[in-house]
């Protein structure tokens, strides 16, 4: 077994990790940046180190540094968490090189699934359902009109190098193709360095469904069955939940059985997330493979019992899987909301400032994933998640029962945070019955919003706003600042929940 590894991330993510180090005797190594001197996952490693100024491209993302770094300090292994170097082929080719183990898939594996076009014909080829669409991606605006028009309009337009919504734009016609095609190439260039798109035909009112996926380096798979991640803004998923209410038994064992076929087709190893959308009459398609630990992997942890961080160390140590796929059941009900420091009335812009307050919640079925505590400095330079509260029932009633209750215990002053939107989303028909689509937040939530940031014109100027509203809000957060902060000029948080 290891006996040190160098933790390659911050947050909530590095502390969950330090924590399944601490019981598996292991040292646990941190790396931070100037901005987190003073954070959490820094003051409960076992080692913290210094890694370079405040911007992630000069410390969490500096491959040679954390490779050398890791050298230096005798780690056997590092530990991605999600985001930064996670999913990086080149940065896991390089620790793979150094003689240190990678705790992840391979970086072949991560390149095979990394690029969206060929992972799309790779998934074709293994009988795994995809979105009907391109396999290559799209040379010229006129052959996709041409593509467009064989599959049917609405289409999207997607980033063949990434994801998170950028560089993907919905066609309605013909006529909005050529200017889509443009913006959608020079988004994708922008963020992945790479400007190749691909089309797909548009699914309309889709559920995303996930399924978790652990697999040995001895040709061993078992999936963890399904979360639904449909309660999303921006392609950000908000709620999680385990097992989806939408998901009948018969789609059930298909859609894992697909899931593990995709796993299999590039050899995985390790944790990993299958990801599909499905429509209103139960077909799925393939939309994209997770090769990392999943944000809202502690809703599975509390469905089947396996703590997933100490399963991905110690297949990563090369040991085989215990756990038999007749041996998983799935027990009770858990939903997850992920608590971020941002201003929900002011187009989510990220809250910065020091957490000068924070009291946990607690009881039955609760469990708190968290980055910060009393004193935390919340900066600019990261993505703005704070903890995840997660809640367990013995069935998904009992489950919202609680974290409803959980939530209104939770208290965090000193940065504006997104909890009263919890209380909206859990008090929603369409929530509480599990109509919920993936549009859900656009249709139902954002027109009781402030309507002046919605304007199409003005989206390129939001990246820019919100880091200027950011910074003057440091500015004026001279008092505390409650988790029921209230505004009267917004209808969301004026609605009756009796």
Not at 249 to 255: D, L, V
Request: with cysteine; proline share 4%; glycine share 6%.
């Amino acid at each position: 077994m290891f006996k040190k590894i160098l933790i390659a991330n911050r947050g909530e993510i590095a502390h969950r990790i330090i924590k399944a180090c601490r019981e598996m005797n292991i040292i646990s190594a941190v790396i931070y940046s100037e901005a987190d001197k003073n954070a959490l996952h820094v003051r409960r490693s076992d080692e913290a180190y210094l890694i370079g100024p405040s911007p992630a491209n000069e410390s969490y993302l500096h491959k040679e540094k954390i490779i050398q770094l890791a050298k230096q300090i005798g780690a056997d292994a590092v530990h991605p968490g999600y985001g930064f170097l996670s999913e990086n082929s080149q940065f896991i080719k390089m620790v793979e090189d150094s003689g240190i183990t990678f705790i992840g898939p391979s970086s072949k594996s991560v390149e095979m699934m990394g690029e969206k076009t060929s992972a799309r014909r790779l998934m074709k080829d293994h009988n795994v359902p995809i979105v009907p669409g391109t396999t290559v991606s799209i040379k010229s605006s006129e052959e996709g009109k041409t593509i467009a028009k064989e599959i049917g309009y609405p289409v999207m337009l997607k980033a063949a190098a990434g994801g998170g919504g950028k560089g993907m734009r919905k066609i309605e016609s013909e006529s909005e193709f050529d200017s889509s095609y443009e913006r959608a190439k020079n988004e994708s260039l922008k963020a992945f360095g790479n400007d190749d798109v691909y089309l797909e035909k548009f699914i309309e009112n889709p559920k995303h469904i996930e399924v978790q996926i652990l697999a040995d380096k001895f040709g061993n798979y078992i999936h963890l069955f399904e979360r639904e991640c449909s309660v999303q803004r921006r392609h950000q998923k908000v709620v999680e939940e385990a097992p989806s209410i939408a998901v009948d038994e018969s789609t059930r064992e298909k859609i894992t059985q697909a899931a593990v076929n995709a796993a299999k087709a590039c050899n995985y190893y390790n944790a990993g997330t299958i990801e599909f959308l499905m429509d209103k009459n139960k077909n799925f398609y393939f939309l994209e493979m997770n090769t990392r630990l999943q944000v809202e992997h502690p809703v599975t942890e509390m469905i089947t019992g396996i703590d997933i961080v100490k399963q991905q160390i110690k297949i990563a140590d090369n040991q085989k899987l215990t756990i038999r796929q007749e041996d998983l059941k799935i027990h009770g009900h858990a939903v997850e909301c992920r608590i971020y420091a941002e201003d929900v009335d002011n187009n989510f812009a990220p809250s910065t400032g020091k957490i000068i307050h924070h009291r946990l919640t607690s009881g039955p079925g609760i469990r708190i994933d968290r980055g910060i505590d009393i004193m935390s400095d919340v900066p600019i330079y990261y993505d703005p998640l704070l903890a995840k509260v997660i809640a367990w029932g013995i069935d998904r009633e009992e489950a919202l029962v609680r974290m409803k209750r959980a939530l209104s215990e939770y208290q965090i002053s000193g940065v504006i945070t997104n909890v009263p939107a919890f209380n909206w989303i859990l008090h929603q028909k369409t929530f509480l019955d599990g109509t919920f689509d993936i549009n859900f937040l656009d249709n139902e939530f954002l027109p009781l919003v402030p309507h002046k940031w919605k304007d199409e014109s003005a989206k390129e100027y939001e990246e820019i706003a919100s880091v200027l509203g950011a910074f003057l809000k440091m500015q004026e957060q001279l008092s505390p600042s409650s988790t029921n902060h209230v505004s009267q000029r917004n209808s969301w948080r004026e609605q009756s929940y009796e």
